[in-house]
């Protein structure tokens, strides 16, 4: 009886525990199946493409510049040292291998120690394969259902794909503190350094960083990082991964980073961003979408020549200080430091560090923010950043100044200063005080034939101002946009011989009377199209715009792609639509490659991570570059099926009569190299804005110089006097390393000698400083006796200029033409002209 009862009893014990477990199984089966059947597929993790930092090369394969929303450096399983895998697995999982995506056992030990600290000590216990799961494609919420999906998943993947995998997207994925994504990007971050080279103390101290980086700062929470990168040192000892002595040589020595001081950061090895690499940024946003650009791992080779670069940089900055200073006002940067801040080196150190200057200017030497610790008679007290102790500037410095130390600057007060060295041996003369202009401009040059942008400049200094003005700010070129409308008038008919008068004209607008001017306020009376632009006489152009119509000129201006769609005003042949100086660059390099249409570009090539050529600037083909035999002396052929924008012969003659321009025209003062070279000049309505665009037989150059809110420069200034200096400082380094040569002449040409000043014809052989020799299609004869006015009513007693003296009434002169008639003509100008802009 007894017997049967205890059996019963165990029966009954028995069947209910089986019940129960039958029960609970189908209880958590349910719970796993309702929360597993809407699970996201893990397999998505399969094509995992990560955000990655796209960086920009130069064409030496160096490091310029790096674009990131998360700054992560992909790096594949095999190429991550078993080292730096060992120092996470000890961190985070070291039951990695053995497990099926989670650790029964290191939950239980969670759950544990939760209960007995009355929940004080809360563990995730997630295995890597779950954090995985979570970081991928679940939420980050600390609740019950979540766990349950992650573990879900985890086994999942695990039937699915190998540790190796699992780990490798684990460690690229993973935030490690100070915008660091994964190990790579961590690892140059904290030590500057690839993976291979880190300790184990240092692989030991990124292994703790994931479950609170911010919490672990090397610096700011010192004891607390060497407190968990000594844990994850001893249970890498403790698992076998690294021996005794490692151990206790790694925990003894101290903690070394960037942020410390104790290495370089990375960043110092890249240049100060730029107006070029941030121009790609903007161009590459627009083509493949910022998404894209910011974290699709791209590789951008770079089109910009680095010393070309800063030789640009210099040239444009000279020129602006130069003006800048010729205006004797002291402006300075605007920023101050509070008083109580000048007390000690280490304070005013501190308040110097944070004020918000440009810190990338070079211009003979590197510019210091300084501030004004003190104010004296002769000389003024100043604490630089980057320069021990204090530094004197004297009262010689401050000559172009009107007033003294004291009327012009106050203590607290932060400014730029720059070492004056000797040209000699660079010893330090004396200390110089300098401001940013607050005249703007920008340059850019590029190689004509291909179109790959060597330099571009949008300002004095990026950091002072991102605004680009080569590519971003619309400007009026004046007299630099002439060349097109005679490029178009040139395709039309007329010859650099044609004659066209230069004359007063009035023109009733909407605006009232418009009356052009040339700039030197006289006119010159019947005068050839060569002379025409080589002394940029207005009224001559807008005679010529006239007989050709603006419709016409309006199409050759948008086939070179200066505007979108130019307005039909005759104002506009003078340069008054806006433009970019990018535009007109490019423009430009049309005429120097003998009239092929070249598309600019700030980029070579493209490629995206995985190294797959996204996009290819040179579209061209060799045709037997892959010949091995190749006859000696002969090079490979390269074909180019180009758009032609204009016959080769009108691009000739334009370049031909732009080289009058820098010989004896607008740009004779101011430019001047050893190899030939054509360009033109612009200055806009009250010298609101001055140009100079100008080539060699291969590269092409132009500045602009002007406010950003437009406004006068003073009535001396011009685009020969301003700008002709930057393209020839410029193009004299340029030259030295590319050299030059005679432009290429069309096979076609027919020369004709030609008095410049009058359009005759000359006998061959002739010779003199008024004999030229211009290119004219076969069986084109120059016409002497018709005179364009582009149907502008002209006076009888129109007032021309004496050809020496330059008088308002000169005389005209007698000239025999090649027929041997006799006829009389206006003589040359004496002083070339600029365009008035065209504005009304």
């Known amino acids: 009886m007894i017997l049967r009862f205890i059996m019963n009893f165990f029966g009954a014990i028995f069947a209910m525990i089986t019940l129960g477990l039958f029960v609970g199984g189908l209880t958590l089966g349910a719970v796993f199946y309702m929360y597993g059947k809407d699970l996201p597929s893990y397999e998505v993790l399969a094509q995992y493409t990560p955000k990655t930092i796209s960086r920009i090369y130069s064409g030496e394969g160096q490091i310029i510049d790096e674009f990131a929303t998360e700054r992560r450096l992909f790096t594949p399983a095999e190429e991550i040292p078993d080292l730096v895998k060992q120092a996470f697995i000890s961190a ?77 997207l684990y460690l690229n994925e993973i935030f490690l503190g100070q915008n660091s994504y994964g190990v790579t990007a961590a690892a140059q971050t904290y030590f500057n350094k690839p993976l291979d080279e880190l300790s184990a103390g240092e692989a030991a101290y990124l292994a703790s960083l994931p479950k609170a980086p911010s919490n672990r700062h090397p610096v700011r929470d010192y004891d607390t990082a060497i407190f968990w990168r000594d844990n994850t040192l001893r249970e890498m000892f403790e698992n076998g991964y690294i021996d005794r002595a490692t151990y206790e040589a790694e925990t003894a020595a101290p903690l070394r980073t960037v942020q410390g001081g104790d290495y370089e950061s990375f960043r110092s090895e890249l240049p100060p961003r730029d107006y070029f690499t941030d121009e790609i940024r903007r161009q590459l946003s627009r083509d493949f979408g910022e998404e894209e650009f910011f974290s699709g791992g791209l590789s951008i080779r770079a089109t910009a020549d680095e010393e070309l670069q800063q030789v640009a940089a210099r040239e444009l900055r000279t020129a602006l200080e130069a003006y800048d200073r010729s205006l004797g006002r002291w402006r300075g940067t605007g920023k101050t430091i509070p008083a109580d801040a000048l007390g000690s080196e280490e304070s005013w150190r501190a308040a110097l560090a944070e004020v918000s200057v440009a810190r990338d200017i070079v211009l003979e030497t590197p510019w210091h923010p300084a501030v004004v610790l003190e104010l004296g008679d002769r000389a ?23 007033g003294s130390f004291y009327d012009e600057f106050e203590v607290g ?57 080569a590519t971003q700010a619309m400007r009026q070129p004046g007299s630099a946009f002439k060349p097109f409308v005679y490029a178009a008038a040139l395709d039309s008919g007329y010859t650099p011989a044609t004659i066209v008068v230069d004359a007063p004209i009035e023109i009733n607008t909407p605006q009232g009377l418009w009356r052009p001017q040339n700039a030197s306020h006289q006119f010159y009376g019947p005068t050839p199209l060569r002379t025409g632009i080589e002394q940029s006489r207005n009224l001559m152009t807008v005679r010529l715009a006239q007989e050709i119509g603006m419709d016409t000129v309006a199409r050759y201006s948008e086939r070179f792609g200066v505007y979108d769609d130019m307005s039909r005003n005759l104002s506009t042949a003078l340069g008054a639509d806006e433009t970019t100086l990018f535009r007109v660059v490019a423009a430009y390099a049309m005429f120097a490659n003998g009239g092929e249409r070249v598309e600019p570009t700030l980029v070579d090539r493209v490629q995206d991570r995985f190294g797959r050529t996204l996009y290819r600037h040179d579209q061209r083909t060799c045709v037997d570059c892959s010949v091995a035999d190749l006859p000696e002396g002969e090079a490979p052929r390269i074909t180019s099926s180009r758009e ?59 500045c602009y110089i002007g406010y950003d809110q437009p406004r006068s420069l003073g009535s001396g200034a011009s685009g020969g006097g301003i700008c002709g200096p930057v393209f020839n400082g410029f193009m004299s380094e340029a030259v030295e390393r590319f050299g030059g040569g005679e432009f290429a002449v069309p096979d076609d040409c027919q020369f004709i000698a030609i008095d410049r000043f009058t359009g005759a014809r000359l006998p061959n052989g002739s010779s003199g400083g008024n004999v030229v020799r211009e290119c004219f299609r076969p069986g084109e004869e120059p016409l002497f006796g018709v005179t364009f006015d582009g149907g502008f009513a002209m006076s009888g007693d129109l007032p021309l200029v004496d050809e020496l003296g330059g008088g308002s009434t000169g005389s005209t002169r007698s000239v025999t033409t090649s027929t041997g008639a006799t006829v009389e003509v206006g003589p040359r100008a004496s002083f070339g002209t600029l365009s008035s802009g065209g504005l009304y």
């Open 92 to 168: 985070e999982d070291k039951n990695f291998y053995s497990h099926s995506g989670y650790d029964v056992r290191g939950m239980a030990v969670a759950f544990v120690d939760a209960v007995q600290s009355r929940g004080a000590d809360l563990r995730g216990a997630s295995t890597i394969t779950q954090q995985v799961m979570k970081n991928f494609l679940l939420s980050s919420d600390r609740t019950a259902e979540r766990k349950i999906k992650e573990i879900i998943l985890a086994a999942r993947m695990e039937e699915s794909m190998s540790k190796d995998r699992i780990l490798e």
């Open 380 to 402: 003024m007290t100043l604490g630089a950043e980057g320069v021990e102790g204090t530094i004197q500037v004297p009262r010689e410095d401050i000559a172009w100044l009107p």
């Open 413 to 469: 007060e932060v400014v730029h200063v720059r070492q004056m060295v000797s040209d000699g041996d660079g010893s330090l003369i004396r200390w110089t005080l300098r401001q940013v202009p607050q005249v703007q401009g920008a340059f850019m040059a590029m190689d004509v034939n291909t179109g790959r942008v060597l330099a571009m400049q949008g300002g004095f200094s990026y950091q002072h101002s991102v605004f680009n003005r």
């Open 644 to 702: 032609r924008v204009i016959n080769e012969i009108t691009a000739y003659q334009l370049v031909s009569m732009m080289q009058g321009v820098v010989e004896r025209g607008t740009a004779r003062r101011t430019v001047n190299l050893p190899v030939p070279v054509a360009g033109k000049t612009g200055t806009t309505n009250d010298a609101k804005d001055v140009w100079f665009v100008g080539f060699s037989s291969n590269i092409v150059a132009g």
